[in-house]
Nanobody, 132 residues
Framework: QIHLAESGGGSVQAGESLKLSCVAS????????MGWFRQPPGNQREGIAA???????SYAESVKGRFAISQDDAQRSVDLQMNSLKPDDTAMYYC??????????????????????????WGQGTQVTVSA
């Protein structure tokens, strides 16, 4: 199994930026799919971005053009650069990952929608608060 640890959350004002990091540990061979999700207070979880082993990325419409997901340190971590933050971005942000057979056996691309349907692992989350 994969252990995930998120960091980088905090409190900022609207229009500012934050970078979240998700560090993965544990072993899994083959391709992987990693992504970011968020859950605003009192609302359901939503997928915001996912990245495949080859660096191809998928984004939710609500964050497209503002957020960017990327790989760092030889795929040991995945970052989420969040620009032009809005109060509606306030949420607990979670990292998720599927790797090895769990991902390779799934009949679909690496997207947030598909990632939640794969056998995956989740981090404990990092809080992002954006004030007007």
């Amino acid at each position: 199994q994969i252990h995930l640890a998120e960091s980088g959350g905090g409190s900022v004002q609207a229009g500012e930026s934050l970078k979240l990091s998700c560090v993965a540990s544990g072993s899994a061979s083959g391709r992987y799919c990693m992504g970011w999700f968020r859950q605003p207070p009192g609302n359901q979880r939503e997928g915001i971005a996912a990245i495949d082993t080859d660096g191809s990325a998928s984004y939710a419409e609500s964050v497209k053009g503002r957020f960017a997901i990327s790989q760092d340190d030889a795929q040991r971590s995945v970052d989420l650069q969040m620009n032009s933050l809005k109060p509606d971005d306030t949420a607990m942000y979670y990292c998720a990952a599927a790797a090895g057979l769990a991902y390779q056996a799934y009949p679909g691309p690496c997207t947030p929608e598909n990632l939640v349907l794969m056998r995956n692992s989740w981090g404990q989350g990092t809080q992002v608060t954006v004030s007007a």
